[in-house]
């Protein structure tokens, strides 16, 4: 049996390794790569806690994760394209609009 | 043999997720990312939720799998890289942050008292008929959520790439 | 009364709705004629003074208990417990102010009109002078702390209006915006004062809290003594906030004439004197007060004799002798500073006045080294230039000789000899850069290269200098000791008690010594500088005489040499080098840009956080959670 705990770590390896990536990067679709590793390790700590927990509770709420986190990446992606039409590069140093 | 199991597609995954990080250029990480996701959905049978697993391999990976490599074909990426220098600073720092993130996240999973139950794993707990039983009445409303946003996502994304 | 109560708003009304006609006159009026812009700004004053007279005669006239016309003109604030109305009192104090502030600013205005012919812009020159007097007069009218900051604000205004007067020069512009902004910096002091004194009294109005003043704790009393001091050093050029003063010379001379006389300066001497009662009640307060103004009245003199621009060497006699007044109240003798304020007036708008002449005369040129044997070509300015110099020395019978022995008299007959001391000193200094700039100025010969002197040079209207020069003798009999007019007019608290219990030979022979002083500063002066003034260069200032020697047998130089070499050279060296170069450049100066770059500095910084570098916005985020999470869990572990 292997305990529980085993999974969180993993899941929370996988978080964190997703969290630093986004820095990494400076390509956009990178970034967006690394943010879909995050969503993808809270669903493993939510399987988790659903198996240690006894019922289907956390399952479900995987499940809706999964769907809304794949409406936001076709959005997303749809920004990336607009973005891209818009400045020809999709490097993240280049979007600077928000500069005073 | 739950053990084995675990420890193989959990190296995977962290492997794969590894290589999401590090890779230089995207298509590696689209790969790299598929990787990972297919190695969770391993865990996720491990774990009892086989519909689950099932999902996450045909919705998630395969959204991931087909649709970027798709724009990043469409998108002409190589031209990609900004006249700005990058100073690597945020790099080193961003990766104590990381580090600091995770310690404190194992330090919770470790003050937390989480046990596990003691059965084995019953097939049909993971099964469509229990879960969609929870789903549609426990849990209808983040359901019906989850198909408005669904919607709502289409018809966002429709208008932003369009002409 | 009701004839005072009548008129009394008439007084600051008038000069501002003058103010009003000349500058829809700048703008439509074209060519409506100089002179006449003039005589209606001069009219206005003119009648402000004759009202002004009416108003001190009534009050003289009345019992001492009842010498205050209140004219109360609206409710101005009423706002839950606070309440505020628009409203002017007219009481011995504010008698003797307006007086002066008409009458020497009617002088000025008279002058200006001769002065300011060739400028085209002659219109908006008397509208301003006519705002400050308009101003200045409801500063000084004021039955409350807010009217009075309404005249304070007034007045900070019109000085950066006249100094940027000639607002095509760069330089003159720089020196009404420094002049304005410093003047804020003790704004801020004063503002804050005037909320704590609603605070701590719950009322604004004079009438009402001066009275109260003792019931109050002492700390926020002496607190809101303080912040109105700070609010005094700024508008009355002390130390360290003195420095826009040197630069209104920018502006036309006359202007300066009444900013630093009968106006802007005397504005926070007047604040500390109304509002005496509160100082009396804290000692740290009062002690402030005459700290500052000694030591400013001591900088000032000294720098003084450093200065080679004439007009510069009168503005830091100006916060030098101002200074002389905040002594005096910090010694307890407000009404001695009242009548050095009203002594120093006089003195002080004739000697900016004959320097106008003598700048017409030297087409601009302003340094006295090029100057010399001007008493010839202008006559009428020599002489009421030596009366202002013999007046502001403390010389008798002259005007500033009797207010300056009253605060020299009550500081040392209250023991306080530092005060005394730095008082004797003070004097000394004055009568030595004061007959510098007479000698420099006025005798010998012309050392000027390039100019040609043309004839008389004197401008047109020489009338006024003359009724200054009357004033700064005659003013002063008001003063006499033992039968001082002003000091029971003005109800001063502290003259009455301790005049019997001085001996008469004391006083007396306190007043010989002023005089002795006085006198030896000038003699030294006429000394040194008489040689001086027939030579081409003022040798005994050079810091390199490269033939001593020769100098000291050149015969009948050689005394003369002496008192230069032991007495004046290591004098002019402190002034020159150490105060005005050291102190007054680096320090102060340096403190202000010092700051400003900070600022711009510190801004740079902040610019940072708005550079719109996505990945830098995202980290801050992600930090920002890592901390608290981190703050979380450190707190439930070690429960915090």
Redesign the interface.
């Known amino acids: ?10 899941s ?16 956009l ?2 970034i967006f ?2 943010v ?2 995050m969503l ?1 390790a809270v ?2 700590t939510f ?11 956390g ?6 994760v ?10 997303g ?6 973005v ?1 039409r818009g400045r ?13 | 043999m ?2 084995v199991v ?1 420890y193989f597609f ?1 190296g995977v ?2 492997v794969t ?2 290589m ?4 230089p250029r ?1 298509i590696y ?2 790969f790299a ?1 598929v990787g ?2 297919v190695s ?1 959905a391993a ?2 049978g ?4 086989t ?2 697993a099932a ?2 391999i045909i ?2 990976a395969g ?2 799998a087909v ?2 490599p798709i ?2 074909v ?2 002409d ?1 190589s ?4 006249s ?1 220098e ?1 100073h690597g600073v ?2 080193w ?3 104590l ?3 600091i ?2 310690g404190l ?2 330090t919770a ?2 003050d937390g008292g ?5 059965s084995p794993i019953e097939p049909l ?2 099964s469509i008929v ?2 969609s039983r ?2 549609l009445n ?2 209808a409303v ?2 019906l ?2 198909a408005v ?2 919607f ?3 018809v ?6 369009r002409r | 009364m009701s004839m005072a109560s009548r008129l009394l708003p008439l007084i600051p009304l008038i000069p501002a709705i003058s103010a009003l006609v000349l500058t829809w006159l700048t703008w439509f009026g074209g060519s409506i004629g100089r002179a006449r812009a003039g005589k209606l700004a001069s009219g206005a004053v003119g009648v402000s003074l004759i009202l002004a007279a009416i108003g001190f005669a009534e009050i003289a006239g009345s019992p001492p208990d009842a010498r205050a016309v209140t004219v109360e003109l609206f409710d101005w604030i009423s706002l839950g417990s606070f309440r505020a109305s628009a409203a002017l009192v007219l009481d011995p104090l504010a008698s003797v102010m307006t007086l002066v502030i008409t009458g020497v600013g009617f002088l000025v205005h008279v002058y200006s009109v001769g002065y300011v012919q060739k400028e085209h812009d002659v219109h908006r020159y008397f509208a301003y002078l006519n705002l400050l007097t308009a101003f200045m007069l409801l500063l000084v009218l004021a039955e409350n702390l807010l009217v009075l900051f309404v005249g304070w604000e007034g007045v900070g205004l019109c000085c950066y209006l006249l100094v940027g007067y000639r607002c095509q020069k760069r330089s003159a512009i720089d020196a009404g915006m420094k002049a304005f902004v410093i003047d804020r910096v003790g704004d801020v002091g004063l503002l804050a004062g005037i909320l704590m004194t609603f605070v701590v009294f719950g009322t604004v109005s004079f009438q009402e809290l001066l009275p109260l003043a003792p019931t109050k704790d002492t700390t926020a009393v002496g607190i809101i003594g303080v912040l109105f001091l700070v609010g005094a050093i700024g508008k009355s050029a002390q130390i360290p906030l003195h420095v826009w003063l040197l630069d209104t010379v920018e502006g036309p001379p006359p202007a300066s004439a009444l900013i630093q006389s009968a106006t802007v300066v005397t504005g926070g001497v007047y604040l500390v004197v109304r509002t005496a009662a509160l100082f009396a009640e804290s000692p740290l307060a009062f002690g402030l007060v005459g700290a500052f103004g000694a030591v400013t009245a001591l900088f000032a003199a000294a720098v003084a004799l450093a200065q080679d621009d004439l007009r510069r060497a009168l503005a830091y006699s100006t916060v030098s002798q101002v200074g002389y007044m905040f002594l005096a109240c910090g010694v307890g003798a407000f009404g001695a500073a009242v009548f050095h304020l009203l002594t120093h007036a006089f003195g002080k708008a004739l000697l900016f006045l004959c320097a106008g002449s003598v700048l017409h005369a030297m087409a601009g040129r302003t340094d006295v080294r090029g100057m010399g044997g001007l008493k010839e070509k202008l006559p009428v300015t020599y002489r009421t230039f030596v009366i202002a110099t013999l007046g502001l020395t403390a010389v008798p019978p002259f005007a500033g000789f009797f207010s300056g022995n009253q605060i020299l008299w009550s500081a040392f007959r209250d023991r306080d000899f530092l005060m005394w001391g730095t008082g004797i000193v003070v004097t000394f200094l004055t009568a030595l850069y004061m007959g510098r700039l007479w000698m420099l100025v006025f005798e010998g010969r012309f050392r000027g290269s390039g100019i040609e002197m043309g004839p008389s040079g004197e401008p047109p209207v020489t009338w006024p200098l003359l009724v200054l020069a009357v004033g700064s003798v005659g003013i002063g009999f008001i003063g006499i000791p033992h039968y001082s007019a002003i000091a029971s007019f003005l109800a001063d608290p502290l003259a009455a008690t301790t005049h019997e219990a001085a001996s008469l030979a004391a006083e007396g022979s306190l007043v010989l010594l002023n005089v002795a002083i006085a006198a030896s500063g000038l003699l030294l002066a006429r000394r040194v500088y008489r040689g001086e003034a027939s030579s081409s260069r003022p040798a005994a200032e050079e810091a390199v005489r490269p033939e001593p020697t020769l100098g000291w047998l050149r015969g009948r130089f050689g005394v003369d040499a002496l008192y230069g070499r032991a007495l004046v050279r290591p004098l002019l060296f402190l002034s020159r080098t150490i105060l005005w170069r050291g102190v007054d450049r680096t320090v102060i100066d340096g403190g202000f840009h010092g700051s400003a770059r900070l600022i711009r500095a510190g801004s740079e910084g902040l ?1 940072l956080f ?6 830098l ?3 801050v985020l ?1 930090a920002g959670v890592v901390a608290m999470l981190a703050w979380m869990m450190l707190g439930a572990r070690w429960a915090f």
């Not at chain 2, 989480?114 to 003691?118: F, I, L, M, N």
């Open positions: 049996m292997v305990p529980v705990q085993h999974y969180l770590i993993v929370a390896l996988l978080f964190s390794m997703g969290a630093t990536g986004v820095f990494f990067h400076r390509n679709l990178s790569l690394c879909e590793l993808n669903n493993l399987v988790a806690y659903s198996r240690s927990a006894g019922n289907l509770e399952q479900a709420l995987a499940l809706v999964i769907v809304v986190a794949t409406a936001e990446a076709l959005v992606l749809g920004i990336l394209v607009a891209h020809a590069s999709l490097d993240v140093d280049d979007q600077n609009l928000l500069r005073y | 739950e053990s675990f959990s995954s962290i997720a590894l999401v990080v590090a890779s995207p990480a689209v990312l990972c996701f969770v865990l996720y491990v774990l009892g939720a519909f689950l999902v996450q919705v998630y959204v991931v649709v970027f724009v990043l469409l998108l990426s031209r990609a890289s900004s700005r990058d945020l790099r720092v961003a990766t942050a990381g580090l993130l995770f996240l194992a999973v470790f989480v046990t596990p139950s003691p707990r993971g229990a879960l929870v789903l426990d849990f983040p359901f959520g989850a946003v669904v709502s996502a289409l966002g994304a429709a208008w932003l790439a | 610019r708005q550079s719109g570098n996505l990945r916005y995202l980290f992600f």
